[in-house]
């Protein structure tokens, strides 16, 4: 996703207006990244964290990763074995920044919203593959994102059609 005019001003309205708040140092707060591959998957409901948890143990089990990184919705049931639970990074430039770059993931699997410019573009600049799952938007997401359409339709083409 080259970077455009369209997603440097999503990026100042969401500074200006107070919806970026600067991470802080994600080695305090984060353990190191596990060896291996690592799946980041992002689960907008607990539903979703509940479906997505149950593969990711499966695969983990197989010994086909060596992690997954688990994002979003929290649940109070016992995270399996291989998976570390962390905070969204949000939706600023910085935060996404450090975020992406402490944690290296090898896969995103995002349910819900996938209008996250600041990610896309991140993960896109690494060459990091996104899957979307279960993505939806809402009545007043959208009405929001009508005026940024180019923005949204980059964000969509970054993800592949299975």
Known sequence: MPRSLLL???????????????AGDLSVTHPDRPRGVLVWIHADTSADRIALLETAERLYVTDRLGAV????????????????????????????????DHWRPDLLVLTGSPLRPMLMAALDRRDTPALLVAGRIERASYKRWRWMAPVARRILSRFGIL
């Open 69 to 100: 990184l688990l994002t979003g919705s929290t649940g109070s049931e016992p995270l399996p074995e291989g998976v570390i639970a962390a905070e969204f990074p949000g939706e600023s430039r910085r935060s996404v920044e450090q975020f992406v």
């Open 8 to 22: 440097a001003a999503f990026a100042f309205l969401k500074h200006a207006t107070g919806g970026a708040v600067p």
